[in-house]
T-cell receptor, first 116, second 110 residues
Framework: GAVVSQHPSRVICKSGTSVKIECRSL??????MFWYRQFPKQSLMLMAT?????????EQGVEKDKFLINHASLTLSTLTVTSAHPEDSSFYIC????????????FGEGSRLTVL | AQRVTQPEKLLSVFKGAPVELKCNYS??????LFWYVQYSRQRLQLLLR??SRESIKGFTADLNKGETSFHLKKPFAQEEDSAMYYC????????????FGKGTLLTVNP
């Protein structure tokens, strides 16, 4: 199957700093990617839809200035957590849509962010 | 707004026993439903989608619009089926904007 890769898989940062997480579709082009947040023992919460070449669409309650999303190419979307605080500590997961044979969604392995 | 409900957080069965993971949905449009599975320390992956009407790893799921359900079933559970299972609804058409249920952790005991 198709591969979506996230980097870094784990990151620890100090409060107030910014952290960038990358999501790459390795063997297909993705005009649409998604970013989710997963709290411990809870479901995935969709944060935003990342559209190649245009602004991301954020879900209600997600601060766009806090979580900056850039989808500059058909294989890369980035999520930057700006001025991170401990409450931003979470597991962030991305997915990418491969539009072949009806389409399918492929997930990255996730990135664990810990803000001290 | 769409909603996906998985009423069981945890489900434990013995190997060889039948298993059913429940999923109910609420959506005003025509639903497209999926089951995703996450094995320990692995990424989320598609198990099956209702439009395919296929059986994957012995699992099946039938969309029941009258009961707004999409329960996942397997007649004989195996230990390797132990995983987290998420039911998801696509409200984004070809963009696959998914709404996930909270997940059910299935444990198959030897």
């Amino acid at each position: 199957g198709a591969v979506v890769s996230q980097h870094p898989s784990r990151v620890i940062c100090k409060s107030g700093t910014s952290v960038k997480i990358e999501c790459r579709s390795l063997d297909f082009q993705a005009t649409t990617m998604f970013w989710y947040r997963q709290f411990p023992k809870q479901s995935l919460m969709l944060m935003a839809t990342s559209n190649e070449g245009s602004k991301a669409t954020y879900e209600q309650g997600v601060e766009k200035d806090k979580f900056l999303i850039n989808h500059a190419s058909l294989t890369l979307s980035t999520l930057t957590v700006t001025s991170a605080h401990p409450e931003d500590s979470s597991f962030y997961i991305c997915s990418a849509v491969r539009n072949l044979a009806g389409g399918e969604l492929f997930f990255g392995e996730g990135s664990r962010l810990t803000v001290l | 707004a769409q909603r996906v409900t998985q009423p069981e957080k945890l489900l434990s069965v013995f190997k060889g026993a039948p298993v059913e993971l429940k999923c109910n949905y609420s959506y005003s449009g025509s639903p497209e439903l999926f089951w995703y599975v996450q094995y320990s320390r692995q990424r989320l992956q598609l198990l099956l989608r209702h439009i395919s009407r296929e059986s994957i790893k012995g699992f099946t799921a039938d969309l029941n619009k009258g009961e707004t359900s999409f329960h996942l079933k397997k007649p004989f559970a195996q230990e390797e089926d132990s995983a987290m299972y998420y039911c998801a609804l696509n409200s984004g058409g070809s963009n696959y904007k998914l709404t996930f249920g909270k997940g059910t952790l299935l444990t198959v005991n030897p």
